[in-house]
């Protein structure tokens, strides 16, 4: 059974730091495309960071550049998502999702098969 877990949310000041974790278990995902989700109270899910594992390729939404990095470690089988320069509109629950054709960079939520059950980063001002 494949499952996603994530770790690392809390309550942070703005222009803090955090790291989220990814722990994928129930098969390699080396060869998977894997993404960072979040979703804010009343509001859609949207995407955060992607990347290709096997190729080491990502792509981040325009409003976490410069700020963010997903990164992973193919030993550990786990997804990373550093978060530096933290602001309040990033507070939501983040999700850790993979998608097993591993061909691409997606930002659609529909195209990740497996999910996370969510981790709560809560930024104060």
């Known amino acids: 059974q494949v499952q996603l877990v994530e770790s690392g949310g809390g309550l942070v000041q703005a222009g803090g730091s955090l790291r989220l974790s990814c722990a994928a278990s129930?098969?390699?995902?080396?060869?998977?495309?894997m993404g960072w989700f979040r979703q804010a109270p009343g509001k859609e899910r949207e995407f955060v960071a992607a990347i290709r594992w096997s190729a080491g390729s990502t792509y981040y939404a325009d409003f976490v550049k410069g700020r963010f990095s997903i990164s992973g470690d193919n030993a550990k089988n786990t997804v990373y998502l550093q978060m530096n320069s933290l602001k309040p509109e990033d507070t939501a629950v983040y999700y850790c999702?993979?998608?097993?054709?591993?061909?691409?960079?997606?930002?659609?939520?529909?195209?990740?098969?497996?999910w996370g059950q969510g981790t709560q980063v809560t930024v104060s001002s």
């Open positions: 999702a993979a998608d097993p054709t591993g061909w691409r960079l997606s930002r659609t939520p529909s195209h990740y098969e497996y």
């Open positions: 129930g098969r390699t995902f080396s060869s998977y495309g």
